[in-house]
């Protein structure tokens, strides 16, 4: 057993079976014509990963056949912008339960030659003149959610944008590596099955979806091939016609058209009225480094400098982990909650007034930590009862605390997808590709298929859209963060999933904690805390801290020991000393980093 999977296991305190901890823990396409395709022993699972270590330049992503197509593209010499959009390409095409060519792009680059940060903004978006439009009917989805919206794609303007900018091969180079993958199919993991299943009811409502995700009417299972024989034909044509295809070719005509007889009355030339919005990163400081990510209208900055000047003010390091402390787990779950809240305040910075001042300022963070400090309990003041008599037994027990009852004594104390890549010549790109905001929700247009947006029109929703104004921007949650010593990059992540809360947790492990990026992968992450004191977290705490966090009034409720939905971190590092890199991908997806040298 590997050093790092035996430090994944006693983090995580699972108890895994040798032949598990033996079986492979990473995929990898044997050829790179697919002419002898990934072996069905080595499709790639959840659980522990390899960390690749003391190499020149590094990839990581969801999917070993991305994270090869990367290191293929950079082998033969071209960047790191090249290798994401080759790769970007190829995800789209071999992981369709995560991503497509129709949603949407964020990416944060570092251009070693400039020694400067760029954030391109590449959400589909909303059409400011037409009201919200979906294909499927209104009570699906929920009362309370509705249906996902038709919006115009990102995903290859967002391509296009980077490319043209930064990438030094030529553009049908990035996109042929797909077309076989699309063409001949690639073989499903079992990952990926379980989110086809999780999936599927909204996946398979109409006619196009159905024979896509479910070939034969099941979703294939783990070891068949998929196939998709249409989008072949669409990378063949991307590939000699350029990105523009999907704005001003037949694509984008096919596009409208469908849309036009659903009843979305667009025109070509909406598809690239609100071109990828070039922004520079914000930037704020964390314990002698200085973090970069997406400005606003994103929210991911601001919810993070909060939570980590509040944690910082607390002195949270000092206290213990929160996996072990039950003060520092009331503190963070209530940090994240207040940064919440601060974020329903934030729109796009083009139409809206943005005080980024107050919200990054260290004084504030001071007067918000002050807060939390001095509105607990009292001390003395013990609010397990309480607890106890407001919490199901079944909520308790999940964490192996069995409720104290009249004659009963307590014990004693005993969840898209993001490419990592960083080049030979130090250039970095942290990206977000999904199908989050992705033309129309349900249809396919020539292989393509679409999920459409799930973005909400109260102005206090996470993801939130159609302002009825030219040029507005999706307000979103994207995690690209790079983490900066001297003025140089030193650390790249970013994940899926419920990342508004975990990033902010991410960094405190590395930085607050001093965990290595993989163990502070590893460690068990929350959500933030509900307004009834409850935080849900994943079940792998010690029963003491769910006592010590009841006294506080506070209840931890459990999510799965590895949540998917908790996200799946791709990062990448340099070691200070030797100037080599390192880079993984996380446990609780399917996925593999890779390096050269």
């Not at 999936?199 to 009417?217: C, H, I, Q, V, W």
């Not at 305040?345 to 005080?355: G, I, S, V």
């Not at 690209?480 to 975990?502: D, E, Q, Y």
């Not at 409720?557 to 971190?569: C, I, R, T, V």
Request: hydrophobic share 40%.
């Amino acid at each position: 057993m590997t050093t790092d999977r035996r430090a994944f296991i006693q983090q995580a305190g699972v108890g895994l079976t040798a032949a598990a901890l033996a079986a492979p823990g990473m995929a990898h396409a044997k050829r790179a014509d697919q002419s002898d395709e990934v072996a069905f022993a080595d499709l790639t699972r959840q659980g522990p990963k390899e960390v690749v270590q003391g190499k020149r330049a590094v990839a990581s992503s969801q999917s070993p056949i991305v994270t090869k197509t990367m290191l293929d593209v950079l082998k033969s010499g071209g960047n790191a912008i090249d290798a994401v959009v080759a790769g970007a390409i190829t995800q789209a095409t071999v992981q369709i339960d995560m991503t497509n060519h129709s949603g949407t792009v964020s990416v944060l680059y570092w251009d070693a030659k400039s020694a400067k940060a760029y954030h391109l903004n590449s959400h589909g978006t909303l059409h400011p003149d037409l009201p919200p439009f979906s294909t499927f009917p209104a009570g699906l989805g929920g009362v309370a959610e509705g249906p996902p919206n038709a919006c115009i794609p990102g995903f290859m303007p967002g391509m296009a944008a980077i490319h043209q900018r930064f990438g030094s091969k030529p553009w049908k180079s990035l996109v042929e590596p797909a077309i076989p993958w699309a063409e001949d199919g690639f073989r499903v993991d079992e990952f990926t099955r379980s989110v086809f299943e999780y999936e599927l009811s909204g996946n398979t409502y109409f006619p196009a979806m159905r024979d896509l995700y479910a070939p034969k009417g099941f979703s294939p299972s783990v070891g068949q091939k998929l196939k998709n024989p249409a989008l072949a034909k669409t990378l063949r044509r991307l590939a000699d016609e350029g990105p523009e295809y999907f704005t001003h070719g037949d694509w984008a005509r096919h596009f409208v058209a469908l849309a036009n007889d659903l009843g979305w009355k667009i025109k070509i030339e909406d598809l690239s009225a609100n071109p990828p919005r070039w922004n520079e990163p914000l930037r704020y400081a964390h314990k002698g480094y200085e973090i970069l990510q997406p400005p606003p209208p994103e929210r991911q900055a601001v919810f993070c400098a909060i939570v980590l000047g509040i944690l910082r003010h607390v002195d949270v390091s000092a206290l213990g982990h929160y996996s072990q402390s039950a003060d520092s787990l009331y503190y963070m779950g209530q940090a994240l909650r207040r940064a919440d809240y601060e974020c329903g305040l934030l729109n796009d910075p083009q139409f809206f007034e943005t005080p980024l001042d107050v919200w990054l300022s260290d004084e504030y963070h001071a007067t918000l930590a002050a807060l939390l400090v001095r509105t607990r309990p009292k001390v003395g003041v013990d609010l397990t009862r309480h607890v106890q008599l407001t919490s199901p037994s079944s909520q308790l027990r999940a964490f192996g605390w069995a409720p104290a009852g009249p004659d009963n004594k307590p014990k004693q104390p005993s969840g898209s997808c993001e490419l990592s890549c960083v080049d030979a010549q130090g250039n970095w790109v942290q990206m977000m590709d999904t199908l989050q905001s992705g033309g129309m929700p349900g249809m396919v247009v020539d292989g393509v298929p679409m999920n459409g947006s799930h973005a909400r029109f109260a102005m206090d929703a996470g993801i939130s859209g159609w302002l009825g104004l030219p040029g507005s921007r999706l307000r979103s949650v994207m995690s690209n963060t790079m983490i900066m010593k001297n003025g140089r990059p030193v650390h790249s992540l970013g994940s899926p999933g419920n990342v508004f809360c975990t990033v902010p947790q991410m960094i405190s492990n590395v930085l607050d904690y001093n965990y290595d990026p993989y163990t502070a992968a590893t460690l068990p992450r929350m959500l933030p805390m509900r307004e009834d004191y409850t935080i849900e977290i994943e079940t792998r705490i010690p029963e003491q801290v769910v006592r010590d966090l009841a006294k506080l009034g506070a209840k931890a409720a459990p999510l799965p020991p590895f949540d998917f939905h908790m996200g799946s971190y791709q990062q990448a590092w340099r070691d200070s000393k030797t100037g080599l890199l390192s880079a993984s991908t996380d446990p609780r997806r399917a996925g593999k980093a890779g390096g050269l040298g």
